[in-house]
Structure formats: structure tokens, C-alpha cells
């Protein structure tokens, strides 16, 4: 059930907020140079004995070109979008991964000052068992978001606090005298 937002409330209703990595297009220009070499090795293969060397060559560099050119350019960037209803997190050029938080299942936010990529074992969608599961895209500040149990879900965004803010006055106006809650 949705709830229109109180005037007096002090956060923004709706907040969005990104966070991008370049250096992600380095390593996605690795990936291109494996798929090149895998189509100019089918194209032009080597003058070799037998099909199997030339055919695992070629299968093996596609398919690292393609492994490391798509799953660096999905964390390119990562988009983060949170209202009345859900925190939403989408990532790279067509939202995938995405993630849909409804906010009933949201018990708290905090400020992460500063989310590493060796800290989560490196960039992408991240789960570790003490910490949660998290969106690296890139080293610095983090929203860490309580799902309660114990659980929680970390994404490296732009001004962090901003969405820090805006989900504790939604999370407030959803229990605020007189106003139903997510159990009603």
C-alpha cells in the first residue's frame, strides 16, 4: 500500500543517486582483444596438425572475451533509486543486475564512509557471509542497507548519505502515528 508523502517531512520523497568506474572500460577492452582474437584465430587459424588445437583456441578466447567484456560492463556503472515503495538498484547500460528492495523489508540505513573492491573480493554483485551481499562498483562511500536478521545489502553510491537520509524519513513516515504500516 502506498502513502503519500507528509509535508513536513525534512528528506526527499524520491532519491537517486549513482556511482561509475572506468577503469572497468580498461578491462573491458581486454575482454574485446580476447573475442578479436578468438574470430581472427577462426578466420585465419594457424597452420597447425589437426582441428582440436585450432578449435580449442578458438572456443577458449571467445569465451573468456565474452565472459570478461559482458560481466565488466554490467558494473560499470550502477544506478540507485529510492521512494515510497522500494530501494532499487540496477547495474550497467540495460539495469542488470537488479536488485528490488520493498521498503517493508528495509529496518534501517547507515553510511558506509568508505566500501573497497578488496575489501568485498573485487568488483561486481558481492556476498560474504560476516558482511552480506553487495554492488562494487568502485572504492568509496556506500549505502548499507538493514534488512533485518541480521542481513544487509551494501552498494557503492554518490552522496550515500543523501539515501541514508531519505530512508530513514520514509522508513519514520511509514510508522508515524496514524499512519498504517506495512502489516495493516
Known sequence: MTHPPRPESGAPQVWTGRA??????????????????????AV???????????????????????LVLFGTVAFTHVRVRVDHDAVDVRCGHIGVPR????????????LAPLVSPRNW??????????K??????????????????????TVTVDDAQGAVDTIRDLLTLRTAPGRPTSGA
Not at 44 to 66: E, R
Not at 99 to 110: C, D, K, M, T
Not at 122 to 130: A, F, I, L, N, Q
Open 44 to 66: 585465419d587459424g594457424p597452420d597447425v596438425d589437426g582441428l582440436a588445437p585450432l578449435v580449442m583456441s578458438v572456443v577458449g578466447c571467445v569465451a573468456v572475451g565474452l
Open 20 to 41: 561509475r568506474n572506468r577503469m572497468q572500460w580498461v578491462l573491458a577492452a581486454g575482454g574485446a582483444a580476447c573475442l578479436a582474437l578468438g574470430i581472427d584465430l
Open 121 to 130: 573480493g573485487g568488483w561486481g554483485y558481492r556476498w560474504r557471509p560476516e
Open 132 to 153: 552480506g551481499t553487495a554492488v562494487v562498483v568502485r572504492r568509496g562511500q556506500g549505502l548499507v542497507i538493514d534488512l533485518g536478521g541480521g542481513r544487509r545489502f
Open 99 to 110: 536488485r528490488r528492495i520493498p521498503l517493508e523489508q528495509v529496518s534501517g540505513a547507515q
